[in-house]
C-alpha cells in the first residue's frame, strides 16, 4: 500500500483511480454524490466523475434538480468513490461550486446527440406523467434542433467540489482495514493521520 502521512492526497487518488479504470469493469469514475439541504435533509445518488485535478472534482446535472438545490442552499457536499475489485473506497468533502457557463458549452459540446436532446427533454427530479410523454419531448426537440447545432439548455451545467478532506479505505485481514485521512489546514497544506479501522 503506497499510503504515507506525507504524501499529497491528489497523487494517491491518482494512483488508485488509474489502478480502478484498469480494473473495475463498470464505470470507475462512478461516484456518490451526497448532498443536505439547508434543513439538514441529506440526500445521495451516483453520478459520473468527468474531470478531475488538483482545483477539485466535476459533474454534471440539471441545475433544477434535488441535488441542485441542495447544493444551492447548503453547498458543502460529499462524494464516495468504492472499488469492490479493488477492496478499496475514497472518500472526499468540500464546498461545491458552478463551473463557469463556458466550461459546460464545451463538455456538453462534446456529448452525444441523444444525450444533448435528453438534458433539454428531462425536467430532472419533476414529476412525469409517463414514459411516453419524455419520448415524445424527446422528438419534439430533435425536430426542433434538426439540422442544427444543439444549444446547452440554460438550466444544465456542471458543478465543480474543491475538497478540503480526503479519507482512503483499504480492506484488510480481520476487518483491520486500512484508512488515512487528509485535512486541508489553512487553505495551503495537507495535514495526513491513520485512523483505527
Known sequence: MSLTLYSDPYDI??????MAEKNEPVDPNAMTLATCSRTGRPSARTVLLKSWDSGGFTFFTNYNSRKAQDITENPQAALLFYWKSLGRQVRIEGRVEKLPPAQSDEYFAGRPENSQLGAWASQQSEHLESREA???KMAEYKNQFSG?????PPHWGGYILKPDHFEFWQAGDARLHDRFSFDMQNNAD?????LNP
Open 13 to 18: 487518488f491518482k494512483e488508485w483511480f488509474q
Open 134 to 136: 419524455l419520448l415524445a
Open 148 to 152: 442544427r447545432t444543439i444549444p446547452r
Open 190 to 194: 495537507w495535514h495526513g493521520q491513520r
